[in-house]
């Protein structure tokens, strides 16, 4: 028995609570997963493990083990990372969770720009707006937008992601551009169904004002209510990630330019419980540097 593997996929269980989730995602049949932790457990001559039909948990030995297998593995781990660090050769898998269209708009590039730079890294993305559970889906960490984590989270700021009310030409000479955020109310508006679907948000004297919207289009993409807006179907509130481009063609306006919306900030959220690979690290690192602290694609676009 390779007792570091069993280690590994002792930690690995017990995090994702699951079997079946681990051997899917070292890619192995649920078998093999179970045979290691029993041969650990005999290696050990302790229950680790208490399983039943409806979930798994530690036993008493289980958890005092699992901390001393976390820092063994760290310690591991960190060793590595500073030999990679003085060899500048990274290797192994490198696993994200990240928005689908600013991954393709914009993380897609600097994944080649880094992979380039760093040829024995894999790098496994997971495209995808819904909020995954890192543990359970083995990923090292997840990029999410948002104004604010849960004090307990591990994270990185990354950059300020902006967002930005828009509609194209057509849109605003036949049914005329609002002037102020509550005149919304009289338009055909563009909705993000995975925030809110009835209103937008404004900063207004200082202090947030909601306008309730509503309008013939509702989806989870942002790419395709873009599009919807360029064909003169609405109005639209999204990320300038998105609009920016369309922006600069003269595809979309930007309206109400005096009354701003929130500015969020996006992550890097890793797995609270694990140690975060040298890789990983500098992967992270490598984003925050190339997004920078004010996003190149806000550049020019006289939002200020």
């Known amino acids: 028995m390779d007792r570091l593997a069993a280690m590994q996929t002792f930690v690995r269980v017990a995090e ?53 297998c976390r820092d063994i593995l760290d310690r591991i781990d960190e060793a590595e990372g500073n030999l990679a660090g003085e060899r500048q050769t990274l290797r192994g898998t490198i696993r994200a969770s990240v928005p689908m269209t600013f991954g393709l708009l914009h993380l897609t590039p600097l994944i080649l720009e880094f992979s380039q730079a760093h040829p024995d890294i894999r790098i496994d993305l997971d495209f995808n707006d819904r909020r995954v559970n890192l543990i359970e889906e083995g990923m090292d960490f997840a990029l999410r937008i948002t104004d604010r984590l849960p004090e307990t989270t591990v994270a990185r700021r990354l950059t300020a992601c902006r967002s930005v009310v828009v509609a194209s030409p057509d849109y605003l000479r036949r049914h005329g551009e609002p002037k102020h955020p509550d005149e919304l109310t009289r338009h055909a508006c563009l909705a993000y169904s995975l925030t809110s679907r ?60 005096a009354f701003p919306t929130p500015v969020l900030d996006m992550f890097a959220v890793f797995p609270g419980t694990r140690f975060v690979p040298q890789r990983v690290r500098v992967f992270v690192d490598f984003l925050a540097e190339r997004l920078g602290p004010e996003p190149y694609w806000d550049r020019g676009l006289g939002l200020e």
Do not use: C
Not at 38 to 62: M, N, P, Q, Y
Not at 220 to 230: D, F, T
């Open 16 to 68: 994702a609570g699951s079997f079946t989730a681990v051997a899917d995602q070292m890619n192995v049949a649920r078998s093999a997963v179970t045979r290691q932790i029993a041969a650990l457990e005999a290696h050990l001559g302790v229950k680790l493990i208490a399983r039943s039909t409806r979930r798994l948990s530690l036993t008493s030995a289980g958890a005092a083990y699992i901390e001393q």
């Open 198 to 257: 009835s209103s937008w948000p404004f900063i207004i004297d200082g202090a947030p004002h909601w306008v309730e919207i509503s309008g013939p289009i509702t989806a989870n993409n942002g790419n395709a209510l873009q599009e919807a807006a360029i064909q003169g179907m609405g109005i639209l509130h999204e990320p300038t990630f998105i609009a920016a481009e369309a922006i600069r063609e003269g595809k979309l306006v930007a309206i109400l330019k």
